[in-house]
């Protein structure tokens, strides 16, 4: 009986360190994201590492403009939304374009605002994961989420949504202006996880001051001249996904 105890013992403690391990693995989760703004995001990755995690995001940056009649569209298909957070300072880093202050790029900071969820009773299976309902207001918009509490994270990600107790699952705002929803999860190796050392080369600056520099450059926008004999038309929608 001794020697059957023991031999349990061995095998659960075999159990919770496998568990263990395979926890301190870097997890990537692959998101459908989609948004009625200007920008389409297609696909997003979050990186869950154990300093922190990573999420990036590659969409098209695009406006209409109208020269003479013919209509132009200005893309930039390589554009990416890259946002780090740090779990020791508690901080989310995003990096940011001030072309005309900071050709190369800047580094957006700010503490990370804690979202008062509020925790549902509903359960529904979405691809696969069993998930808990949770709704939540964040800087101006309401949001719906669900989320697997068998998968549990740092609680951060996808974009700057956090706080719950489980990996996000399928989340949206009431207004269905943007949504995340998880198409695939898996473990990967070390040297496949993305570094989240911040490029210290780059200006860092407030969200409050990277947000007055976008409001100051779609007003100039808007307000722009055109040569004598033509007409410019530029359609700049401005939409935050932010409101506050």
Known sequence: MRFF????????LCCCTSYAQEALKPQKFE?????????????AE???????????????????EEIGGSTTSVMD?????????DTKSDSIFTYGIMKSVHP????????????????????????????KLATGRFRGRNYIAWYDPQLKTKAIGP??????????VYAYDEENYISFKLIKHQLIPNDEAPN???DTNLAMVSRAEHRAYQEKVFKRMKNVDAPEGFTIKIDVKVEHLERN
């Open 5 to 12: 105890v023991g031999l349990c013992f061995i095998f659960s």
């Open 31 to 43: 998101y459908q994201v989609f948004t009625k703004g200007v920008n389409q995001i297609d696909k």
């Open 46 to 64: 979050l990186f869950i590492l154990m300093e922190g995690a990573y999420y990036i995001a590659q969409y098209d940056d695009s406006a209409s």
């Open 77 to 85: 298909p390589t554009t990416k939304m890259r946002i780090c957070y």
């Open 104 to 131: 190369e790029g800047v580094i957006i900071c700010e503490k990370r605002e804690k979202i008062q969820w509020k925790l549902m009773d509903s359960t529904q299976i979405i691809n696969g994961h069993t998930c």
């Open 159 to 168: 974009w700057k949504l956090h706080g719950l107790p489980g990996i996000i």
């Open 196 to 198: 989240l050392r911040i």
